[in-house]
Structures are given as C-alpha cells and as structure tokens.
C-alpha cells in the first residue's frame, strides 16, 4: 500500500503529558497537511508544509503544537502538554504542488488521541 | 455560523433508492468543491470534485454546485449497502492549501 501512512494509530495518555504522531505521505507528493477531526465534526485545517516549509498555519495551532517536515518527506506533529480538549483525530493528507482533479488531498486513516 | 452547513442525518435509505446529500455555504469566495466519503475509523476519502458551478457526474454519484444560491449536492444512484458512510462536503477558496469541511451526513443503505 503506498498510500498515506500515520503512525501510531491509537494513543492514550494522560494530561500533562507530551505526544508526537508521524505521517509518511505518497512519496511523490511534495504538500502535507494535518487536519484535526472531533466525533460528529468534519475534519478542520491545522497547517501545511510544501516540501520542508510550513507556509500556513490554523489558529487553532496553538503555541502547545509544533509541526515538522525537516527533510520534506515525512512529517511529524508534537502535541505538549497534553489537555482533554486534545482528545480527537489527527488526520495527515499529501498531494502534489497546484491542487488539480488528478492531485487531490489523499488522507490518511489518522492517529486517534484520548487523553485522559 | 459555521462557513459550511451540512445536515448530520443520520439518513437511512433501502438499497436501490437515489440518496441526495446537501451543504450551504456562507463564503462566496469558494471555487472548489468537493465530495468525500468516510467510514469508520478511516480517513476521509475523495469521491467527487468540481470547479466553479455546475454538474459532475462519475458513474452512481453526480455532484451539482449553483453558487448563486451557495449550495452544493451529492446525488447518489441505485444505494448499495456498501454506500454505508458518513459523506463530507469540503470547499476551498484557492485550491487545497485550507479545506473547510461540513459536519459529515452519516448514511446508512439497509438491503
């Protein structure tokens, strides 16, 4: 399967703690995104990186969350300080650069985060 | 009030039945939109995209867009139980950089 991969797939942790998710785009695609998705809400924008430069950032990125792409070719999202309100799906997608109908944002199965 | 409005359902139809999935949106500045299907415990995957205003149709399923009425709708042909899903509509204003995603309509296609 060369589709997008995010690593791991469950994380249970506990307040206060510190949680780093991977994301391994299609490797030919140089923009990765992360996008955040609660239950019975739609996926909501987080930030982007074309290659290794994250060139746009959500407010919702607050100061605790950091994003890398440092070889622009997987990424990874550190959240600190973990609060409950953490608690939701982190979804990764890749596509190639000028989003056309045969560069599409492919997503991958996501890392579920509860924090207890 | 959100960008995009979606009904969250949940819908339940019996197989072979047309299914019509709408959002509106607020934004005027949108230009892309877009159709995604999830099941559970995955990620969103792309089911339709169109440009602008107007008809998409790519076998069961047509998009339409009429931006002056800032509406958007996902026809789906002959349900299969296989449909089962939550369907997302997502917009953008210049391409994919920020997608703004409805809630999801949660589907179910009872055999």
């Known amino acids: 399967d060369t589709g997008v991969s995010q690593d791991p797939r469950h994380k249970i942790t506990k307040r206060g703690q510190n949680v780093t998710f991977r994301c391994d785009p299609i490797s030919e695609h140089n923009r990765l995104y992360w996008y955040r998705q609660t239950l019975g809400q739609g996926p909501e924008f987080l930030t982007y990186f074309q290659n290794e430069a994250q060139l746009e950032k959500s407010r919702l990125l607050s100061d605790r969350f950091s994003a890398e792409r440092p070889k622009g070719s997987f990424s990874t999202l550190e959240i600190q300080r973990t609060e409950q309100g953490d608690s939701a799906m982190y979804l990764c997608?890749?596509?190639?650069?000028?989003?056309?109908?045969?560069?599409?944002?492919?997503f991958g199965n996501g890392t579920r985060l509860t924090v207890t | 009030q959100k960008e995009v409005e979606q009904d969250p359902g949940p819908l339940s139809v019996p197989e072979g039945a047309i299914v019509s999935l709408n959002c509106t949106y607020s934004?005027?500045?949108?230009?892309?939109f877009m159709w995604y299907r999830q099941y559970s415990r995955k990620g969103p995957e792309l089911l339709m995209y169109t440009y602008s205003s107007g008809n998409k149709e790519d076998g069961r399923f047509t998009a339409q867009v009429d931006k002056s009425s800032k509406y958007i709708s996902l026809f789906i042909r002959d349900s299969q139980p296989s449909d089962s899903a939550t369907y997302l509509c997502?917009?953008?204003?210049?391409?994919?950089?920020?997608?703004?995603f409805g809630t999801g309509t949660r589907l179910t296609v009872i055999p």
């Open positions: 934004n005027s500045a949108f230009q892309y």
């Open positions: 997502a917009m953008s204003r210049n391409g994919a950089n920020n997608l703004f």
């Open positions: 997608a890749s596509s190639s650069t000028g989003f056309r109908e045969n560069s599409p944002l492919h």
